[in-house]
């Protein structure tokens, strides 16, 4: 399996090979799931909380460091206000902007 991920993230697969191919492992993980009825799908989902609440916050911020790096700022601007900071805002006026969600 290591090799197929390593063709596709090189860039020798198509895309439209690879988004044909997405829908099975999909559907074979779904039918492994439901194979014991909600019992076992609900244990599964209890499993993945208590899982997820034993997890730390954060994994390898190191990589995520890097790989932010890697793009140059100007590649952030469109997502960062007057102030540069890293923002969102919710605007259901649409008079809202980026830089009042920074201040």
Do not use: W
Not at 4 to 12: M, T, W
Not at 13 to 28: E, F, H, S, T, Y
Not at 79 to 92: I, L
């Amino acid at each position: 399996m290591k090799t197929l991920i390593d063709l596709i993230e090189s860039g020798i697969v198509p895309d439209a090979l690879i988004r044909a191919g997405i829908p099975a492992p999909n559907r074979k993980r779904l039918r492994e799931k439901h194979r014991g009825g909600i019992d076992a799908l609900r244990a599964h989902q209890c499993a993945i909380v208590t899982m997820l609440r034993n997890s730390p916050i954060a994994v390898r911020t190191d990589a995520a460091n890097e790989q932010h790096y890697e793009a140059l700022s100007e590649f952030f601007n469109p997502a960062r206000g007057r102030h540069r900071r890293y923002s969102c805002c919710y605007c259901p006026t649409g008079r809202d902007s980026l830089d009042d969600a920074e201040e």
